[in-house]
């Protein structure tokens, strides 16, 4: 994927939307958000909550939640150094819908599977 998929334009549109809708309508991206709505986690913190997210997949999601103001980075001076993400007063805004979207999917996923397989057992004709 490139680098201009993964970032939102800075182009300002009359109807926002859109733009916030690509920007945290990612699967990874409300993943990131609502894990870190939890609190603060380092980078391999992340990469273990979020199942299937490859490194790079988390690496460009952070970078460009961070670009965006809903995600911060801090370098810690350990030795090593650590890296801690966590999100915004902008991202906490839009956490408890986003939490609220979760566990609505959580809870309706039987119901979509069924309502697939209904659907695909149908017979097609016109």
Same mark, same amino acid.
């Given at each position: 994927?490139? @680098?201009?998929? +993964?970032v939102? +334009?800075?182009q300002v549109t009359d109807c926002p939307l859109p733009e916030v =809708?690509? %920007?945290i309508g990612d699967k990874?991206?409300? @993943?990131? %958000?609502?894990? =870190?709505g939890a609190g603060p986690r380092r980078f391999t913190q992340l /990469?273990?909550?979020?199942?299937?997210?490859s490194r790079r997949m988390l690496t460009l999601n952070l970078?460009?939640? /961070?670009?965006?103001? %809903?995600? +911060?980075?801090?370098?810690? *001076?350990d030795a090593p150094p650590s890296v801690?993400?966590?999100?915004?007063? =902008?991202?906490e805004d839009v956490r408890e819908p986003l939490e609220l979207l979760a566990e609505w999917a959580r809870?309706?996923? *039987?119901? %979509?599977?069924?309502?697939? @397989?209904?659907y695909d057992a149908r017979p097609r004709g016109l």
């Open positions: 994927m490139s @680098q201009r998929n +993964t939102v +334009t800075d =809708l690509r %920007l990874w991206c409300i @993943q990131i %958000l609502v894990e =870190l /990469e273990r909550a979020i199942e299937g997210i970078r460009n939640l /961070e670009r965006n103001g %809903l995600v +911060t980075r801090t370098v810690h *001076p801690e993400y966590a999100i915004t007063p =902008l991202a809870r309706a996923t *039987p119901a %979509l599977i069924a309502a697939r @397989q209904e």
